[in-house]
């Protein structure tokens, strides 16, 4: 049972336009949100988070925005940049388990 | 600031081996740790997690242990490996409910 899911694998965009990355998620319960970065061989880096209180967060260049109805949430980037390429996890939390759901990730490419 | 360290980074070991794998976490007093276990072309799954030491809590049944001896010190350990074994292993360290994880590099678990 997969309760995240990123349904799109990859992503292809021009430098400089927008990318935008989605996820899904099955339970209601999940009430803080993440997004995490990850090259090959590295660890996941940590990007933007938003609570199930808000509907959006903003740094930078990264939005995320969260649908809680159509349990939804999406991260956009602009102006997207070569080194923007990676595979991007979405993740959910419960309660106050501390436990991470991660997607299955999609991988970005920017093209110069 | 805080950092946390993996080792080894990449590791072959044969089929019934052992195996020993060890976090530690430095800059924070009593984080929640966590191990996860990336297969090739998925994402993340967590195996077990920590919120004190000698506190493991395990989230699927598998072949492999982990035990939490010291405050900032996570060990993942097997007595005898399979080849379903084989994968990219992070650890993960928490300040707090609803606070992002941060990731080690990883190690990357070749059985043969």
């Known amino acids: 049972d997969q309760q995240v899911k990123q349904n799109s694998p990859s992503l292809s965009v021009q430098e400089g336009r927008i990318s935008i990355l989605n996820c899904d998620y099955t339970n209601s319960m999940f009430d803080y949100f993440l997004w995490y970065k990850k090259y090959p061989a590295e660890g996941p880096t940590f990007l933007i988070s938003?609570?199930?209180?808000?509907d959006k967060n903003e740094d930078g260049r990264f939005t995320v925005f969260l649908n809680k109805s159509a349990k939804h949430l999406s991260l956009h980037i602009v102006p997207s940049q070569p080194g923007d390429s990676a595979v991007y996890f979405c993740a959910a939390q419960k309660g106050n388990t501390g436990k991470l759901i991660f997607g299955q990730g999609t991988t970005l490419q920017v093209k110069p | 600031s805080q950092t946390i360290h993996q080792w080894p980074a990449t590791l072959v070991q044969p089929v019934g081996s052992p195996l020993s794998l060890e976090c530690t976490v430095e800059?924070?007093?009593?984080?929640?740790l966590y191990w996860y276990r990336q297969a090739a072309g998925r994402g993340l799954q967590l195996l077990f997690y920590?919120?004190?030491?000698?506190?493991i809590s395990s989230e699927v049944p598998q072949n492999l242990s982990a035990s939490r001896p010291q405050d900032r010190q996570f060990i993942l350990s097997s007595k005898k490996l399979l080849l379903s074994d084989s994968g990219f292993y992070l650890c993960?360290?928490?300040?707090?409910?609803?606070?992002?994880?941060?990731f080690g590099d990883g190690t990357r678990l070749s059985i043969l």
């Open positions: 938003i609570s199930s209180i808000k």
């Open positions: 920590s919120v004190g030491i000698g506190q």
């Open positions: 993960a360290w928490q300040p707090g409910h609803d606070q992002p994880q941060h």
């Open positions: 800059g924070t007093s009593n984080p929640n």
